[in-house]
């Protein structure tokens, strides 16, 4: 079982980036995935999530009507498309997977699979 993450970078303020979190090694069925971030000193936020199978898709208020996630089921990748980008949103992004939607999706503990994280800096 294996999330990679990966397109982050850095951009400058009011720019786009897109993150993608390939799997491997399991059946993506019904699972919850999500992105979460840690900016430092901070601790890891939650950022969206979504249900593999369908039907669930959240959002944090941060970052509604600014972020996309999406998903690819030919490619077994979640992305991530990150619009508008401000100073505040530089953090390492993290990809996570957990069988089966929870209603504590924003919850890091709940989640058993973690990628390596990927790093945006935006630049003010």
């Known amino acids: 079982v294996q999330l990679q993450a990966s397109g982050g970078g850095l951009v400058q303020a009011g720019g786009s980036l897109r993150l993608s979190c390939a799997a491997s090694?399991?059946?993506?069925?019904?699972?919850?995935i999500a992105w979460f971030r840690q900016a430092p000193g901070k601790e890891r936020e939650f950022v969206a999530a979504?249900?593999?199978?369908?039907?669930?898709?959240r959002y944090a208020d941060a970052v509604k009507g600014r972020f996309t996630i999406s998903r690819d089921d030919a490619k077994n990748t979640v992305y991530l498309q990150m619009n508008s980008l401000k100073p505040e949103d530089t953090a390492v992004f993290f990809c996570a997977a957990r069988p089966l939607w929870t209603t504590n999706y924003d919850r890091p503990y709940e989640y058993d699979n973690w990628g390596q994280g990927t790093l945006v800096t935006v630049s003010s």
């Open positions: 979504l249900r593999w199978g369908g039907g669930r898709i």
């Open positions: 090694g399991f059946n993506l069925d019904y699972y919850g």
